[in-house]
């Protein structure tokens, strides 16, 4: 992937890859948007948890469908899982591999344990918090 993060086409230098800006080994940030896109597919849902509107709009979201429990287990898992793996294949420190284990548990105990509407608000802020550390980890990588 290129990105003219370094290169200066009018002084002849080439645009740096986003690998070698980040010094990770070549085809390492393909696999990071995998995983990006990973999450977002299996933990997005965590915004339609405190939306009581969705079903005075008609649509169809996974608390409605599958009802509050089943949305629940499909947030707390994946969430759990990748708050744990994620760290690991970024290469992160031990601090920041802490931080995003212990923002993932509290996300999961959150959505287990308060289940009003204001509640489900903060942790969805909470949620973001988490995802945005899972999102910079390329940057703070120790390898």
């Not at 010094?23 to 995998?34: A, D, K, N, T, V």
Request: proline fraction near 5%; hydrophobic fraction near 50%; charge should be neutral.
């Amino acid at each position: 992937m290129e990105v003219a993060l370094s290169g200066d086409p009018f002084n002849g230098l080439p645009p740096a890859d986003l690998d070698s800006f980040l010094g990770h080994p070549r085809h390492s940030s393909s696999i990071w948007f995998l995983v990006i896109s990973g999450i977002i597919l299996t933990t997005i849902h965590t915004q339609d948890m405190g939306d009581q509107g969705d079903t005075l709009k008609g649509r169809r979201t996974v608390s409605l469908v599958f009802g509050d429990s089943a949305a629940q287990w499909s947030l707390v898992i994946p969430i759990l899982l990748w708050g744990g793996l994620c760290p690991a294949l970024a290469g992160t420190a031990m601090l920041v591999s802490l931080a995003s284990c212990v923002l993932a548990s509290a996300v999961a105990i959150r959505l287990l344990l308060w289940r009003d509407a204001a509640s489900d608000k903060k942790t969805y802020r909470l949620y973001n918090i988490w995802a945005s550390l899972i999102f910079a980890m390329p940057l703070v990588a120790t390898r």
